[in-house]
């Protein structure tokens, strides 16, 4: 029998502001992607032009079934310098939470996803202590604009990767390997957490407010236990343990992260292994296991903000989401406290330093174009959320 969800839950589609705006250039992302030592493939240029495009890709969204969008804000066009903030931008995201009402979306609004204005990394980004006080004084500024707009407040995304890939790995920009600045940076981003959800609290709207936390299936081979119960504590424990008492959580997972004895690495996808464009093992099971994973840790309702996979075979798109989201349905049979589902990405889009190879979207995106092409995934998706019933692939 197919599996359904309750009356309610949220299903929706996300993307990120510099993944999918264009004209990204007042931020750290743009400087690295043009500094010829990082390790980018290519420039976000133009992006999906989602900045002008966002009226007919959110009427998309509606036709096809969806009840929820998230996206985010861009830090560095509402305050383009310090103290200097934009309304003609803030005007600009208040249109496009307009219309995702106008089109029966509910918005989950973040006002952080991964980029950061060049003026704040100038004087240190995460590393300076001011930065988390600046960062909650322009989330009170835009909240006090857009708040009563805003059906869940996400404050920063993945601040886990945002520490742990610009400050450990040196892949995302500051692109430093260094864990004493990992720490660091943990720090001053969970305090940017607090500072933010009490300043989103204190303005406009009654939005609940929480973070979205990168999680994975953690698996450790015999001997190697010790080493991955070490890295899932710095990774998401010390995180899940901080977000206790927030009104959400929003928990975000695409693949299993394995460990062996000997190897202070998690272990890659092997030669016989099902992979994704990503590298990453396709594992959809792993989005159950973190479901229960957050919630007996942080104990707080759970909102499901990103999970999908890259590929170019569409058929493997659904047979992935079938398998995560039926997991989700186990969780909700066991009483866990899971609200809804969010397919990362809705667009083809910027996928970071890897460029715009690995394709994540329910909707495909012509780069020469911006021709926007629905995939059947995007149906079938649309499709559950408008019954609420997981089917079988429309033929
Ligand atoms: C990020 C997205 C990213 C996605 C797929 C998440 O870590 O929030 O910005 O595109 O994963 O890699």
Not at 340 to 352: I, K
Not at 355 to 366: E, I, K, N
Request: net charge negative.
């Amino acid at each position: 029998m197919a599996a359904t969800f309750p009356d309610g839950f949220v299903w929706g589609t996300a993307t990120a502001a510099h993944q999918v705006e264009g004209g990204n250039w007042n931020n750290d992302w743009w400087v690295w992607e043009h500094d010829p030592a990082s390790p980018c493939v290519e420039v976000s240029g133009d992006a999906c032009d989602h900045l002008w495009r966002y009226p007919d890709d959110l009427a998309l969204l509606a036709d096809l079934g969806f009840n929820a969008y998230r996206f985010s804000l861009k830090w560095s066009r509402i305050e383009p310098e310090e103290g200097e903030l934009s309304t003609a931008a803030l005007d600009h995201y208040r249109r496009m939470l307009a219309a995702c009402h106008e089109h029966g979306l509910q918005p989950f609004l973040t006002y952080h996803h991964f980029t950061t204005p060049r003026w704040a990394v100038a004087e240190g980004g995460w590393l300076d202590p001011r930065t988390p006080e600046r960062f909650a004084r322009y989330c009170a500024r835009a909240s006090d604009h857009l708040g009563d707009l805003v059906s869940f407040a996400c404050t920063i995304n993945e601040p886990n990767v945002v520490a742990l890939m610009g400050f450990m790995l040196g892949e995302f920009p500051p692109g430093h390997r260094d864990g004493g600045e990992f720490e660091r940076a943990t720090e001053h981003l969970q305090r940017a957490h607090v500072l933010a959800t009490e300043a989103i609290h204190g303005s406009r709207g009654d939005a609940p407010v929480g973070l979205t936390l990168a999680m994975s299936d953690f698996r450790a081979a015999a001997g190697s236990e010790e080493f991955m119960r070490q890295v899932r504590r710095s990774m998401e424990d010390v995180w899940l343990e901080a977000v206790r008492g927030d009104d959400f959580m929003g928990a975000q997972m695409y693949t299993r992260i394995r460990f062996a004895p000997g190897s202070p690495l998690p272990q890659p996808p092997g030669p016989g292994d099902r992979s994704t464009l990503m590298g990453y093992d396709f594992w959809p099971q792993s989005l159950e296991a973190t479901v229960r994973r957050a919630h007996e840790v942080a104990g707080v309702p759970i909102y499901v903000t990103e999970n999908g996979i890259a590929t170019t075979d569409d058929a493997e798109r659904i047979e992935y989401v079938t398998a995560a989201v039926e997991g989700l349905r186990r969780c909700l049979d066991d009483h866990i406290d899971v609200r809804g589902y969010v397919y990362w990405s809705m667009l083809d889009n910027f996928e970071w330093a890897l460029g715009y190879r690995p394709t994540f979207g329910l909707v495909a995106v012509d780069r020469a174009t911006q021709v926007r092409e629905v995939r059947p995934s995007a149906r079938w998706l649309g499709e559950v959320a408008r019954t609420g019933r997981l089917h079988a692939p429309l033929t």
